[in-house]
């Protein structure tokens, strides 16, 4: 049996919570505690090394993007809200579904957890799931193979159901942390890179060269071994070395010297290197991904290999080649860039686009490792045994210069053929794996200071962020104005100006400035919802979760490096690597870009946005220059500082011992008030609320930042209106409820013992002025009427064992001769006595004297009558019928009904939030009358009954 057998998933689960919730310095020392106690106990065993004690089982869960040995899960929130929607079987509109469905937004959360679906998937299940603990970390890696083979198999039933499977047997804590693996997401505040490292010193290099988590474990099982020299291997990929970004104007400070230096082009595809040794062939992507099926394993067969083998030279036993895998257009023979929206990964024969490797590298020959080599030397050997093909593959152009001043030409001349920008090399470097800092250097427009064009464009849609930007707006759709004039067939345009979507944008500005903008818009933002479309805004696929009436919009300022071609958004075009510059304040809606405008820029510069050449200081030739704008000094909002510079006088103690954090929004003359009045008064500020904050002093109860802290219920809320009170007064007031937005702890009890739920005070006489607005309050909040559950409850409680209620939820038809007095003790003892047959009598009472022949007679003769008035029900309308079952419906006749197993499985959906009591329980429960007999008893039966204070058995069932 493997150790990772041994491992509960919950113990996992339990050691990744523990670190999520740490303090940055206790993290690691959690994670390297776990990993040394799993290697001590490989080591207790005492057996030589193998893979059943390998941590690879519990690296794979701990990294999963990381792991190359399992393939995709398939798996997104989408597909997992509907199944536990499905599993938990939660009604559309419960408070749950929507938790589940609407993850992302705030307001449906209430609470922190909104946008981490993990978090919003654990606050519904905690108190639905079991303790769990049933399965071991190796269980669980095999029941993520089955998903991820049934998902390459197209099998989705199959997917769901070990799902299911899994979910069955797991704590809501476990299911936590198997979402968050499922998603390939843990963020528990340790990288990829630092928890390799956690496990062994040389991990990280060792994965660098192999992709392969399964060797890691395996080569660096013992943590006192040491690699002295790791290569990079055949048929094994490995992280490509990288390039510094370099800006243009930093080109004599930030290059290094050197006598000669090779420039390329900047290719614009995908990462590849090719591995051939013995005839066969691999290609791997820059992550380590294979790709040998689509281009082809050897001569034989793929759409790539049949076509590079003529090109190498005869005495190529074995060879590792590192390039950019291009889309080459054999009509027009050039290259199709990465934005035209061609996979090249996908390509297939037949195709007007096909795959062209462009290589610049070489670090394997002939069973020679050549990483250790200067660039010099393996381009040599690159030229000697491999001749160029176009369209197929091809040595990358290489120019040689001996000058720094030579590198700006060679950009703008990159810039005129329209090419992404230029790769400088050292020659005398050596490739690193995953290096970006030895020696090649990247050198784009976009990376100097106005090189760039920049589009003024409306924000007219925005998306939930995820992780840290959870809860507010972090992306934006993008809108430019439509000059056309001319509204969509179908569309309510109702005359003003028209955006139409043209990309979204989401990286470029700092959290401070981001949490700005979002309270600047939050009162105006609207949801988006499906045949609901704004007048103003039309788009296409990509629909936002909300969006804003452009009059209320603000205009970004945005670079990208170019337009490409999508069928997405409402101008077919979008921008490539968008990036916020600036949020401009000072412009309306009228000054955003026009449709006219954005074609021309694009059409102009062939979908690139750089000007044509630069100049030395980055400025664009051609064109008046303008002075480089000047960079903010990065420093907090004035609304998440304190406002007082200098010292105050103190006045009083009103406020001793209290923390107080004021939120205003962007009023930063109220704010300094209100935070000198609390400081006059011996008051402690802070600006960011945490665990030791009394109470949040507001002003703006529409601001963002103010809504989520009442969502949370983590602190004290209350306006500023009590601060001022008192101050007049000069003394601790209490508070009122026109002044609470949330209270918690020991506070919120106080509170509630003083005031009712509609702010009337328990013990202070009412103010005239106050009666209007009570009622109104009254009016606006419904009397809270008992659910079905609590009265089941309160019915259990108080009769379940109450002789003098022996009958109650029973419905009696006594026949003809049962005597008066029967009756009545009936209803005395809590029954009720029906005055003829129906479907919802449950008893039938005969005579005492009558045998049970009779009895018999008198079952057929109520049988007969209850087809007969079912058949009469059935031919009234749906509607009466509807009527008629819910005034006949009585919640508690289980009770008596049912057997004391059925009453426990009752007691435990009651527990777990099951509806009793649904449209369709009564319906269910209706045609389980109709076929269920019905119970006959005597006078005597009722006399017994009250004599043993219990229902007893019938002496006819």
Not at 303 to 319: G, K, M, R
Not at 541 to 546: C, M, N, V
Not at 683 to 688: S, W
């Amino acid at each position: 049996m493997s150790l990772s057998n041994q491992v509960s998933f919950l113990k996992l689960a339990s050691v990744l919570d523990e670190i999520n919730t740490s303090k940055k310095d206790q993290k690691s020392k959690l994670l390297k505690h776990f990993i040394l106690q799993f290697q001590a106990e490989a080591k207790k065993t005492g057996k030589p090394f193998d893979e059943e004690l390998s941590f690879f089982p519990i690296l794979r869960l701990l990294l999963p993007t990381y792991d190359r040995n399992r393939g995709p899960y398939g798996i997104k929130e989408y597909t997992l809200s509907k199944l536990y929607v499905r599993i938990l079987c939660l009604n559309r509109g419960t408070k749950d579904y929507i938790k589940l469905t609407q993850y992302k937004a705030p307001k449906s959360n209430l609470g922190s957890e909104g946008g981490d679906f993990s978090e919003v998937a654990y606050s519904v299940l905690k108190t639905r799931c079991g303790k769990g603990g049933e399965l071991s970390v190796a269980d669980v890696n095999k029941h993520l193979d089955n998903i991820a083979a049934k998902h390459i198999n197209h099998d989705q039933r199959g997917v769901e159901s070990e799902l299911q499977l899994l979910m069955s047997k797991m704590s809501a804590l476990e299911q936590r942390w198997l979402i968050r693996m499922l998603l390939k997401d843990l963020h528990v505040g340790l990288g990829g890179a630092h928890v390799l490292n956690l496990f062994h010193q040389d991990a990280r290099d060792l994965y660098d060269v192999c992709h392969n988590l399964q060797r890691v474990c395996s080569v660096l099982h013992n943590p006192s071994s040491q690699l002295h020299e790791i290569e990079v291997v055949l048929f094994e990929p490995f992280r490509p070395m990288l390039s510094r970004r370099l800006d243009i104007q930093a080109v004599e400070t930030d290059l290094r010297d050197r006598d000669e230096y090779y420039v390329e082009p900047k290719h614009d595809g995908e990462r590849f290197q090719l591995h051939l040794s013995g005839g066969q062939f691999k290609y791997f992507s820059r992550n380590g991904h294979e790709y040998t099926s689509t281009y082809g394993a050897d001569v034989t067969c793929g759409i790539l290999t049949p076509h590079i083998v003529p090109q190498l030279s005869a005495d190529v036993e074995s060879c590792i080649l590192d390039g950019e895998m291009m889309c080459w257009n054999t009509k027009y023979g050039t290259y199709t860039s990465k934005g035209g929206n061609i996979d090249v990964k996908k390509l297939r024969l037949g195709n007007i686009h096909q795959p062209c490797f462009c290589v610049f590298d070489i670090l394997f020959y002939n069973g020679t490792v050549l990483s250790n080599k200067p660039l010099s030397e393996r381009l040599n050997i690159l030229e000697s045994m491999l001749s160029s093909r176009q369209g197929v593959i091809v040595h990358t152009p290489r120019t040689r210069i001996h000058s720094k001043s030579d590198i700006l030409p060679a950009l703008n001349k990159a810039i005129e053929n329209r090419e992404e920008g230029i790769v400088v090399k050292e020659p005398d470097a050596v490739y690193k794996p995953n290096s970006r800092k030895d020696g090649w250097y990247k050198i784009k427009p976009e990376y100097t200071e106005g090189a760039m064009v920049e589009l003024d464009m409306l924000i007219i849609g925005g998306y939930y962020g995820k992780g840290s930007q959870r809860g507010i707006v972090s992306q934006f759709l993008l809108g430019l104005l439509d000059d056309s004039n001319t509204p969509d067939e179908g569309s309510a345009n109702s005359g003003g100006p028209r955006f139409v979507s043209a990309g979204k944008v989401g990286i470029g500005l700092s959290m401070e400035e981001l949490v700005d903008l979002s309270q600047k818009m939050s009162p105006h933002w609207i949801r988006t919802r499906v045949n609901q479309l704004p007048d103003q805004i039309v788009w296409n696929r990509e629909k936002p979760d909300l969006w804003i009436p452009p009059q209320y919009s603000h205009i970004l300022q945005v670079r990208a490096t170019e337009v490409v071609r999508s069928e997405s958004f409402k101008v077919n075009y979008c921008l490539r690597f968008p990036r916020i510059q600036a949020v401009r304040y000072d412009k309306t809606s009228s000054d955003c870009l026009t449709v006219e405008e954005f074609h021309r820029i694009r059409t102009q510069g062939s979908g690139k946005l750089c000007y044509e050449s630069i100049t030395g200081t980055g400025s664009r030739a051609g064109l008046p220059t303008r002075s480089p704008r000047k960079r903010k000094e990065v420093s907090l909002a004035s609304e998440y500082t304190c406002t007082i510079q200098d010292g105050v006088t103190l006045l009083s103690h009103i406020f001793k011992g209290k923390t107080l954090c004021v939120m205003t929004g962007g009023d930063i003359t109220r704010k300094q008030t209100l935070e000198t009045a609390i400081l006059e008064h011996s008051g402690r500020l802070v600006q960011n609320s945490g665990p030791g904050t009394w109470a949040i002093v507001v002003t703006d109860t529409n601001n963002l930042r103010v809504k989520n802290a009442v969502a949370a219920n983590a602190h004290n809320v209350v306006l500023a209106s009590w601060v001022e009170r008192c101050v007049d007064s000069k003394c601790l007031v209490e508070w009122i409820p026109d002044e609470v937005l949330s209270l918690v702890g020991h506070d919120k009890i106080v509170f509630n013992n003083k005031f009712d739920c509609y702010g009337d005070s328990f013990t202070l006489p009412l103010r005239p002025s106050a009666l209007p607005p009570l009622l109104s309050s009254m009016n606006s909040h419904p009397i809270p009427l008992p659910t079905p559950h609590e009265l089941l409850l309160v019915e259990r409680e108080l009769y379940s064992t109450n002789g003098s209620a022996v009958f109650r939820g029973l419905q009696v038809y006594c026949v003809r001769g049962v005597a008066k007095l029967s009756k009545l003790r009936l209803r005395f003892y809590g029954g009720s006595v029906c005055d003829e047959m129906s479907e919802i009598v449950t008893h039938v009472v005969c005579v005492s004297d009558r045998d049970k022949d009779n009895v018999e007679e008198e079952r057929r003769i109520n049988k007969r009558v209850k087809s007969e008035t079912n058949r009469e029900n059935e031919e009234n309308t749906r509607e009466k019928k509807k009527e008629s079952e819910k005034s006949k419906w009585n919640w508690f006749e289980e009770i008596d009904k049912e057997s004391k197993e059925e009453n426990k499985e009752m007691g435990d959906d009651v527990k777990n939030g099951k509806e009793i009591g649904s449209e369709g329980d009564r319906e269910q429960l209706n045609r389980e009358r109709e076929t269920k007999e019905l119970c006959y008893v005597d006078e005597n039966w009722i006399k017994e009954c009250i004599r043993k204070r219990v229902l007893i058995r019938s002496p006819y069932s």
